[in-house]
């Protein structure tokens, strides 16, 4: 599941974003990214309505489920690995959603600043 080598963005071990719905590009829950994963899967988000709204205006329907590809659609509240590069996009649009960092994988750091995602964090 997790190479324990893997840290999030605030350098510690990368802990599980979400099993249900199961999340990361793998499908491990867990938002690791390798070579194939061309749109950087890293960022563990709460998603929110705001979000869906935003990311299905960009062309990327997020809460329709897709039963031949096991994607059950997302719901305000779940949490989910976004692309890095999505989640600045809506960052720079006012409607990024929450972030846990400790599930957040330290790649996000080459796209997003660890301050924009701590100004978003989920709070404990």
């Not at 950087?40 to 590809?69: E, M, R, W």
Request: charged content about 15%.
């Amino acid at each position: 599941m997790n190479d324990r080598s893997d840290k999030n963005v605030l350098g510690t071990e990368l802990q599980t974003c979400c099993t249900s719905p199961m999340t990361g590009f793998f499908r491990t829950g867990v938002c690791v990214t390798g070579t194939q994963d061309i749109g950087t899967h890293v960022i563990c988000a709460q998603i929110t309505a705001q979000f869906l709204t935003f990311t299905k205006s960009q062309g990327n329907d997020l809460s329709t489920p897709v039963p031949a590809y096991n994607f059950p659609g997302l719901n305000p509240g779940d949490k989910w690995c976004l692309c890095a590069s999505r989640w600045k996009e809506a960052l720079e649009a006012g409607v990024a959603p929450p972030v846990d960092l400790a599930a957040t994988h330290s790649a996000a750091l080459k796209i997003v600043s660890l301050s924009d995602l701590q100004q978003h964090a989920i709070s404990s």
